[in-house]
Structures are given as structure tokens and as C-alpha cells.
């Protein structure tokens, strides 16, 4: 097996060429990384296998870009950003949730028509399993997007500014929808004892979060 020095080599090297062909046929360089991995990968040439070093090494890369994101960031920023975060963010989540479910509805009814009695159900979805595919559907990678807008210099543009919000609100939306989905094969009492709890929780931890990290923060 490889030891951590060798796979963090054989990635920095790989990279680099990954990133030098992408530059080379004017391509975003995060397509370089992407392409590496699954060159160098178990599928692939096999020089990386698939050990505990790979998934080591993984965590550490999403600390550090997640941590140089966040540079970019402060909470005056945010604060500015509310309405995109929760206006046009809450859109984006809401409407791809309704969107799908809406999809799972008409297609259940137009197979019960044809005559597949219960319609999706027979597949094994239901409108549960339709929320919560929704919630996939909605979230996307905030670490590869804002990369990808801060290589090109559009993070503070409009469309960047808009973007960033949904991204954001995306973040926050993790959170509940984790523990709304479990929550939907509960009976209707419990899935309400579920939800306000974890409401509290989040009320509670956000409310020591804004009132810490200002104090931090001065």
C-alpha cells in the first residue's frame, strides 16, 4: 500500500498536468481534477487504489477549499445577501421539491390510467420517496461552483451574487432536510414532535452562533 507522502505526490503531480491540458483546450481547471481522478483511480490505471490515504487525503482537500471559500466571505456580506439567500434561494429548493413531486403525481395517475393500478408504487416510490428525491435534485456542490466562479473572477458579479445566494441557502437546507426525510415514515404527530424539536435545536445553535461570532469577530 502507498503511504500518504506518495499518494499526495502522484496527486500534485497528476494535477498539474490535469490542470495544464485544461488550460491548454481553454477548459475550467476543475475538469482537470475531475479527469485525474478517474485516470489515476481504481477503475481506471489503478496508481491510486481505494484506500483509507485516498479518503485521508479527500477530507483534508475539502477542509482547505472550503476554508479559502470562506475568505471570500464576511458577515456583513451575508447580511447583504439575505434576500438573495432566502428569497431566490428558497425559490430555487421549494420549487425543485414541488416540481418533482408534482412529476411523481402525474406520472402515478397517468400509469394508474393505462391501467398499472397504483401507479409508481409499484416501483416502490412513493410521494415520501418523491420529496425526498426532490431535496437530491436541489442541492448542488457549493465547493466546485465557487471555485469555478472565482477562477473566471465572477463572484462578485450580479449572476455571481445570485448564484452565491442559492448556493448558500442550499447549505442551510441540508440541515432540515435531513431531518425532515426520516421524519416522513412517521405517523403525523411524531414527524411534529420530530420537526419542532429540531427547530429549537437550530433556533438555539444559530441564535449562539450570531451573537458568538460578532463578539469573535470584533
Known sequence: MASTLDLTLLYLF????GVVLC??????????YLAVGVVIGPNALALAKDSAGVQ?????????????????????????????????????VGLTIVA???????????????GHHGGLLGWGINWQSAVALGGALAMSSTAIVVKMMADRL??????????????LFQDLAVVPLLVLIPALGDS???MTRTLGLAALKAGALLTVLLAGGQKVMH
Not at 67 to 92: D, H, T, W, Y
Not at 100 to 114: E, I
Request: net charge positive; with cysteine; proline share 4%.
Open 14 to 17: 497528476a494535477a498539474v498536468i
Open 23 to 32: 488550460r491548454l483546450m481553454k477548459l475550467p481547471p476543475m475538469l482537470g
Open 56 to 92: 485521508y487525503l479527500a477530507e483534508f482537500g475539502v477542509v482547505f477549499l472550503m476554508f479559502v471559500i470562506g475568505l471570500e466571505f464576511n458577515l456583513p456580506k451575508l447580511k447583504s445577501m439575505r434576500s438573495l439567500v432566502f428569497g431566490l434561494g428558497l425559490s430555487q
Open 100 to 114: 418533482t413531486l408534482c412529476g411523481h403525481l402525474a406520472l402515478s395517475s397517468f400509469l394508474s390510467y393505462l
Open 154 to 167: 465572477e463572484l462578485e458579479s450580479e449572476h455571481g451574487r445570485r448564484v452565491i445566494g442559492i448556493l
Open 188 to 190: 403525523a404527530s411524531e
